[in-house]
């Protein structure tokens, strides 16, 4: 036995030293273990956060347990094109929360609607269709109720990111310039806030960082636009593979989703989120992604049934097209996605009530930056 | 419990020290209730279906023995294989014939309003279904002694590390080893811990590395062409194999451990020359299991129609045998195409004993055979028959999405990393020859060994998927 532990021993040592590192890192940067305490912190909103999470995903279980602790009045939900959304943007005494990147397909929201409390006082829920969850030829992420209610950190991302954690030491290290970490009066937690300060901020929206200020992102030239984009070409993107028509299982979730809302009570405003100008016209000319132009008409009908509005944003090359307004193919940034609202705003009189217009558009013209409106 | 999981790296250091800790009449307790808990991780209720299983096939093992009359013996042995076979049939087939049987109702124009069941196959229920049958099987042929000690009993069909996906073991060789007592020996503990890094290698480097590019092509075959299906119906091979293999090399490593020693499972089947080479190579316990218990005693019971009884067992055989893996017709097909190739080699075996003297036509032979397992495997994988023949249309038509697929979503460095992991673990089957891979490696030098042992070890930590992907026959 103990030539056994001995020979173990010295067989380990190495790796356990090569793993020390990494294991700090993570447990130090909030990586594992804390997001409950984040939540709570996050929710009682007395200082500025920012959760951004470089190795895990937890944004189901997440967002719905701050739904749940924040009461929003106002509720914004759908995929990551909603992220942009922020409480600065609305009045004072509208409770707002972001749940963007909570659904990841129909099926998602029906759970959400129906597992939400009735002591949740949620009045109005500004919806982001994404139109990949519409798709017949992509499968449907795989929606688990139990997501929302449970959550275990996954500790064997030590080990599977522990070169990664060296490999970004030594890049930060010839690139001093690199990490941007958040200014010192905002709390990051996890490895991506920290060293890029971009993560979920306090009410649920998603802050892309510092270096995001100027919009050096968004031009085509960009490596990351090119790259999304290069991956919804081929049809390689997990959310955007090819397909010509409209689920019907999808369309039939969505109607369960409305009558709910319309039996608690809940105004919802809807809308297919924009693209890039650039992916808009390629995708209209290659035709593999065809479904995307059939979603609206698949939809309409039954938003009309429940009087509730759908507006189909797609493509507007004038007002949100603008491709340097964009952090990649489909995600815009904040201002573009403030003119969506004012936009939205001002074709709904329920989402008009909790905005001041006025006050929006004086943001938005003495707004420099082609990403950010409001300073963090 | 996954293998591949953090409880697992605490229950099993922890079940073993307990093991040696404990005296030896102590051990068959722990034992059997670690294999509970390692099975309840999964739907604990189903815990039940093992223990009415037990309970019927031990009584059924005590009262063939003390039969006298056969008639009875039969009677019995039949009682105990129904009530097996009607647990598998109940929870893997009922949906897969209640649907054909509508759908040839719906045909005929007949009222059939039987419907389907919702219920979630019991993880392993196929394998130690299987092994449960072969204690009673064997208890009737008089190989094997009924056994009296039911904790022991319940201990062979529930044993935690071949519990799930086998091998399928016998009772000659389980048994005993039970009531025998394991002293320590470093050498069981050392060679048990190598082949569990192997096989850990094998399913967390080579397997869920591949099983990703695999996934993806499956999902939409028709959008892809020539080489990219090519290389998934190739990468499937490798991934079931390494997936399959691991699975097995870690848990005759466990048992290996605690001095309990199970059948070797694999024997390089890639290197085979003939299909019926390769099952004597691939999944050893399953094909022996339907050899013995199947395609023998229907050859026999048939040997006056001569060669016929060998074409009607090998058909009948791998009939059950795809039915076996799956309820699906995808199976069924994916057994008696294996089938087929058995009675063709059957029937021509004399020429090809004459021609396999050449090295040239040997190795056409080893291409040829792995070609055509890679080719059954279409189906195996695919998730309907419609799927598999787009799969095969697409893997002779032409298109640039190619190497699109390719380069944009597994990338040249994934496939480097495949390649040479695929090509290490090639290597290390090439030079242990027929000795296995323990006695081939305990063969080098100390030195040697260290080095084969940290490149596996640093290779799972640097390049290991974490990413909690099952075994590919807990499906089954």
Redesign the interface.
């Known amino acids: 036995m103990k030539r056994l532990f001995r020979n173990l021993s010295i067989f380990l040592l190495p790796y356990m030293v090569f793993l020390a590192l990494p294991a700090w890192k993570f447990i130090h940067g909030g990586e594992l273990g804390r997001l409950d305490h984040i939540i709570q912190r996050q929710a009682e909103d007395r200082q500025k956060m920012l959760l951004g999470l470089e190795y895990s995903s937890p944004e189901t279980y997440y967002k719905y347990q701050m739904i749940l602790k924040a009461k929003p009045e106002l509720l914004a939900m759908g995929s990551s094109r909603i992220l942009q959304f922020r409480k600065e943007e609305f009045k004072q005494d509208a409770r707002f929360y972001n749940a963007g990147r909570l659904p990841n397909s129909t099926q998602d929201l029906l759970h959400v609607i129906k597992l939400m409390p009735e002591n949740i006082p949620v009045k109005t829920i500004i919806l982001s269709l994404d139109q990949h969850w519409f798709n017949a030829g992509q499968e449907p992420y795989p929606s688990d109720e139990k997501d929302l209610l449970e959550y275990q950190p996954d500790y064997s991302k030590i080990i599977s990111n522990a070169a990664d954690v060296y490999r970004q030491l030594i890049s930060d290290y010839m690139h001093p310039g690199n990490p941007c970490p958040a200014p010192p009066d905002i709390v990051a937690e996890g490895l991506i806030a920290r060293r890029f300060s971009s993560g979920y901020r306090n009410d649920g929206s998603y802050w892309y960082g510092q270096k995001n200020r100027d919009g050096d992102a968004g031009k085509l030239n960009d490596g990351r636009f090119k790259s999304y984009e290069e991956n919804l070409y081929h049809g390689l993107s997990p959310n955007w593979c090819f397909g010509k028509t409209i689920s019907a299982q999808a369309v039939v979730d969505m109607d369960s989703f409305l009558a709910v809302c319309h039996r608690r009570n809940i105004d919802v405003i809807a809308y297919l989120p924009p693209f890039s100008s650039h992916t808009y016209n390629y995708m209209l000319k290659e035709g593999r992604h065809s479904y995307i132009f059939k979603v609206y008409d698949a939809l309409l009908p039954i938003f009309r049934r429940y009087g509730y509005d759908l507006f189909d944003l797609t493509e507007n090359e004038k007002e949100w097209g603008y491709n340097d307004e964009y952090v990649d193919a489909v995600h815009g940034s904040e201002k573009m996605y403030l003119k969506i609202l004012m936009w939205l705003c001002s074709h709904s009189a329920v989402l008009d009530a909790y905005c001041d217009r006025t006050f929006l558009q004086e943001k938005l013209e003495r707004c420099k930056s082609h990403f950010s409106v409001f300073d963090e | 419990m996954l293998f591949n999981s ?1 409880e697992f790296l605490l229950f099993f250091p922890a079940v073993t020290f307990t093991y ?1 800790a404990l005296p030896h009449k102590y051990r068959w307790a722990l034992l059997l209730l670690a294999s509970c808990v390692f099975y309840m991780f999964f739907i604990p209720r189903y815990i039940f279906i093992l223990i009415f299983t037990i309970a019927v096939d031990y009584c059924a093992g005590l009262l063939i023995e003390k039969a006298v009359q056969p008639a009875k013996k039969k009677a019995l042995l039949v009682l105990s294989i129904c009530a097996n076979v009607g647990i598998l049939f109940f929870f893997k087939y009922f949906n897969f014939f209640n649907q054909d049987i509508r759908a040839l109702a719906h045909f005929a124009g007949w009222n059939y309003t039987l419907q389907s069941l919702v219920i979630i196959l019991p993880v392993g229920l196929s394998f130690h279904t299987l092994q449960a049958m072969s204690y009673t099987i064997e208890v009737y042929r008089g190989n094997q002694k009924a056994e009296k000690h039911l904790g022991i009993y319940a201990l062979y069909v529930m044993y935690y590390p071949q519990l799930v996906a086998g091998p399928i073991e016998r009772p000659q060789n389980m048994l005993h080893q039970f009531h025998k007592k394991h002293e ?1 020996n ?1 050498s069981n ?2 060679n048990g ?1 190598k082949l569990m890094l192997l096989g850990f290698f094998k399913k967390l480097v080579i397997a869920d590395r591949l099983a990703d590019y695999v996934d993806f092509v499956y ?2 075959p028709a ?1 892809y062409h020539g080489l990219a299906i090519l290389l998934a119906v190739v990468f499937f091979a490798f991934q079931i194999y390494c997936d399959f293999s691991g699975y097995s090399d870690i848990a005759i490593g466990a048992s290996l451990v605690m001095g309990i020693r199970l059948m070797q499972n694999f024997d390089r089947p890639f290197i085979s020359k003939s299909v019926t080479e390769f099952w004597r190579r691939w999944h050893i316990s399953l094909y022996t299991w339907f050899n013995d218990y199947v395609f023998v005693p229907l050859v026999i019971s048939l040997r006056n129609a001569g060669k016929i009884a060998v074409y009607v067992g090998l058909l009948i055989t791998f009939f059950l045998a795809g039915l076996w893996h799956g309820a699906g017709w995808t199976f069924i097909i994916f057994g008696l195409l294996h089938g087929f190739a058995l009675m063709y080699e059957f029937s021509t075996r004399k020429i090809r004993q004459r021609l396999s003297s050449s090295r040239i036509y040997d190795a056409a032979s080893i291409i040829f055979t792995f070609g055509f397992a890679c080719f059954s495997w279409i189906f195996f994988r695919a998730s309907s028959f419609r799927q598999a023949l787009v799969v095969i249309r697409s893997l002779f038509s032409r298109g640039q ?1 190619s190497q ?2 390719i380069h ?2 597994f990338g040249l460095q994934q496939i480097a990393i495949s390649t040479f992991a695929v090509a290490f673990l090639l290597a290390l089957e090439y030079f242990q020859k027929n000795k296995g891979f323990i006695s081939a490696l305990n063969s080098l030098s100390r030195r040697k060994q ?1 080095i084969i ?2 490149l596996m ?2 290779s799972i ?2 390049l ?5 992907k099952e075994f590919i026959y807990f499906q089954f």
Do not use: R, S, T
């Open positions: 953090l040696y320590f470093y503990v050392a811990l999902k939409g959008h999405d699109d697929v944009y979503n260290w042992c940290n070890f640093a930590i640097l290991g998927i974490f990413a909690k």
